[in-house]
């Protein structure tokens, strides 16, 4: 399987151009040139910079020439700290991962995709000759399994005409059920060798999002430690995800045993099988714990999961830098930052 070099260890920037409110403080404020230095000496070797359709287009579709200044100027404070980029659109005209967002049409309408291809088209035009240091992801995360056909087509389309103006771009391509592993046998084949296929992975989602105010059926009170026998996580799933799929047992393992990492073997598995027989590269564009769990249960699982990552060089990205109930540089997490960097 391939590997996709120079993006081995990241963090997102979520919350600075995207999922926010669009305001000027909030661009100038949230992130700086400081924390681009310090995610240099953090040691790691790329960042993912979410951006919303809001940043860059007016809802007519209108450029608006101050957004693309901020996604250069990520660029250029990357370029002088020796950093590579991801530039990630998290939310296009008509759809959101977020339903709170009220996008909504995207799949269904065919001027909304066209919207899509000439944002990227713009995109490609003025960021595309950074190929050797700014990937595209091309959406983030598509929610529901029966928009997978709309989507590969839609995917497929935006590579196609991207490709004519940045034809080198590495272009990073996730499915459905938020980017999910299972998804990724149902992409369609890698139009050429600098696609790469993307997954998140925040499993097990009831420890990784314990007591989430977003999730509807989830305990707001609820908590639960990492370490905890694979029967405990099958009972707080059903309390608190409701229709969501009991925690796969590893084969050789029983109910009453402790997570550990064979959990997550299982789990990349299948995105090993499918990248090995489509020689194609896999990156984890997110992952990471809430901030309800304690700082040492957060280390233990990124310690486990990255065991995985670095077995099978599998590039990922930290949800997330700064806030966004995930921040790795919040002052919670200052006993545990440095082993979970190491991890």
Known sequence: MKIFEGYSKGVNLGGWLSQCDHTRERYDRFIVEKDIETIKKWGLDHVRVPIDYNLIETVKGDRKEEGFGYIQKAIDWCGKYGLNMVLDVHKTFGYSFDDGEAESGFFDNEAYQERFYKMWEE??????????????????????????????????????????????????????????????????????????????????????????????????????????TYAQYNRNIKANLGDYAKILIPEGASENDVIDVSYFEGLIAEAVKVAEERNVALYCGEFGVIENATAEDTLKWYSEICSCFNKYRIGRAMWSYRNMDFGIADERMDGVREAILRA
């Open 123 to 228: 995109l490609a035009h003025r960021y595309g000759r950074y190929s050797d240091r700014v990937a595209f992801e091309l959406l983030n995360e598509v929610t529901a399994k029966e928009y997978s056909d709309r989507w590969n087509t839609i995917s497929t389309t935006c590579i196609k005409r991207i490709r004519k103006i940045a034809p080198n771009t590495k272009i990073l391509l996730g499915g459905y059920f938020n980017n999910s592993i299972e998804a990724l046998k149902d992409l369609p084949w890698p139009l050429d060798e600098n696609v790469i296929y993307n997954f998140h992975c925040y499993e097990p989602l009831v420890f990784t999002h314990q007591g989430a105010g977003w999730i509807p059926t989830m305990n707001r009170d609820f908590r639960m430690p990492f370490e905890s």
